[in-house]
Structures are given as C-alpha cells and as structure tokens.
C-alpha cells in the first residue's frame, strides 16, 4: 500500500505565510513527478505547482512568484512553501504523486487526503 499524508495547513492572515508538507510511505521504488492541487468551493480542482523527477517546476500563473514548490527524494516527501497569501488562495490543498511501487510495472497516481488553507481577510 502507498500513502500520502498532507501536513500545514489552517488559517492565516492575508500576507502570511504557511509550509505544507506531504509524505509518501509504503512500498515504493521511485516517484516520478510530485505536485500540489487545490480545489474551492464549488470550484474545479486545479494544479498549483509540480515537480517532477530532476525536471523544473512548474507553477499556475496566479502563484507563480508566491509558492515554491521543492522535494526530498531521500524522505519521499514534497513541499509546498506559501508566501504572501491572499484570501483566494483558500481551499483544500492535495498534494499528488506518480509513483512506481514496483521496478518494471506502471506508475500510478496517489492522492493525499487534503489539507484545508484558510487565508481571512
């Protein structure tokens, strides 16, 4: 089994800051990209950065200058770091991750459970 489990989340003031994590663990043989989602209410989900493998990033315009997104390959973990946060940044944070459990067979996708990010006004 694989699991990720989110971690940072809460309330924050307009202009703060937070840092979410997301650890990966179970039976794993490598992670192909990482990436951090959002999704509001009655919103779509949507990407807001990701970083695959030894590749650079990649961001959604409206963080882009904001957010950085980096990763611990050694601790199977990705990070999310959040800068001058406005109140439409809020919303349940996912963070996702293309991982290979197996040398030889397919990678799939796993999701974490979500964290909420609430930035007030």
């Known amino acids: 089994q694989v699991q990720l489990v989110e971690s940072g989340g809460g309330l924050v003031q307009a202009g703060g800051s937070l840092r979410l994590s997301c650890a990966a663990s179970?039976?794993?043989?490598?992670?192909?990209?990482m990436g951090w989602y959002r999704q509001a209410p009655g919103k779509q989900r949507e990407l807001v950065a990701a970083?695959?493998?030894?590749?650079?990033?990649n961001y959604a315009d409206s963080v882009k200058g904001r957010f950085t997104i980096s990763r611990d390959d050694a601790k199977n973990t990705v990070y999310l770091q959040m800068n001058s946060l406005k109140p439409e940044d809020t919303a349940v944070y996912f963070c996702?991750?293309?991982?290979?459990?197996?040398?030889?067979?397919?990678?799939?996708?796993?999701w974490g459970q979500g964290t909420q990010v609430t930035v007030s006004s």
């Open positions: 970083i695959p493998s030894g590749g650079s990033t």
């Open positions: 996702s991750a293309d991982i290979v459990k197996v040398r030889g067979l397919m990678s799939r996708i796993y």
């Open positions: 179970g039976t794993i043989f490598s992670i192909n990209s």
